[in-house]
């Protein structure tokens, strides 16, 4: 019987003080795995510390490691995109964190979970070491949010740590073409057959997160721009009830002036609609524009990740010309 070919995919940003370990902990994990034929793929976003050498060096050193280095900074989705369109060759794809806040040990589980037939083994934080109370908010309310406004169901607390098929793979890299990706709802979308696994999340092994307040909100925003257009719909509905609100106090004004000829100065009835319907419209434009937004980066057609540098074993391939655009 074949060994089962499997490509770990990690994204990588700033982790100087962290990879080796990573590598080192991954590494011990997949010798043990016998009927496996494993390898690492790490995809590199553009780095302001040491990263890159620390890779080329452990590249350079083992002939089942591989880097592929970005030309700037695409993001953590786009890292993960690049990793999977250049792994199709594997029977099935394992995507984790490099910081060691997703298990490596958790690997064999999904592998199995993949022998039974499921396509997609995704995993479910069930709590997070160093997550502060703000933070575990933040997420509980985005995944309810996005859970409400789509039909598309996104588990809560799921994370990017998950291991696909190559159908699947194959299927990602060859029929979706969007910029703004949100893949743990792509991946809902997309069906098969899927299981899950529960882990705790470890604390960082040094260094610190790479995902600020900033980037957990665009992410957010890609999430519910991707999979739901009910925001729009609420501003319709939005501006239907004031519309409604605002004929009964017009009726309202207009009798009480035939009722009572004393015209008072409701200065402060004024203002207060106003700065209130003037609100209500920038929501509703801010809606519309954050749509319009997604709307125009994906006609813009420009490539989604690029791929400057591939280092391999004892060689380094200059790539400057080689775009994310291999399945089109």
Known sequence: MPKLKLTVIAPVFNEEQVIAHFHARTHAVLDTLDDVDAKILYVLDKCTDNTLEVLRNLANGDAKTRVIALSSRFGHQMSLLAGIENALDADAIVMM????????????????????????????????EDAGLLRKAAGNLFYRVLRTLSKVPINANAADFRLISARVARCLASGFRERNMFLRGVFSWMGFKQSSVEYIAEKRFAGKSKYS????????????????????????????????????????????????????????????????????????????????????????????????????????????????????
Not at 255 to 284: A, E, H, K, R
Request: charged share 20%; proline share 4%; net charge negative.
């Open 97 to 128: 964190d490099s910081d060691l806040q997703h298990p490596p040990e958790l690997i064999p589980e999904l592998i199995g979970r993949y022998r039974e037939g499921h396509d997609v083994v995704y995993t479910i934080r069930r709590d997070t």
């Open 213 to 328: 307040f900033s980037r957990m909100m665009q992410l957010a925003t890609a999430g519910i721009l991707s999979f739901s257009t009910k925001p729009l719909q609420v501003g319709m509905f939005v501006g239907i009830g004031f519309a409604v609100l605002a004929f009964f106090f017009m009726l309202g004004a207009v009798v009480n002036y035939f009722i009572d000829q004393s015209l008072p100065s409701g200065w402060t009835t004024v203002v207060s609609l106003l700065l209130l319907f003037s609100g209500v419209q920038l929501i509703v434009l801010g809606t519309m524009g954050a749509y319009i937004g997604a709307i125009y980066e994906e006609v813009k057609g420009r490539p989604r990740y690029i791929i400057e540098e591939e280092i391999v074993h004892h060689e380094a391939v200059a790539l400057h010309h080689r775009i994310g655009e291999r399945a089109s």
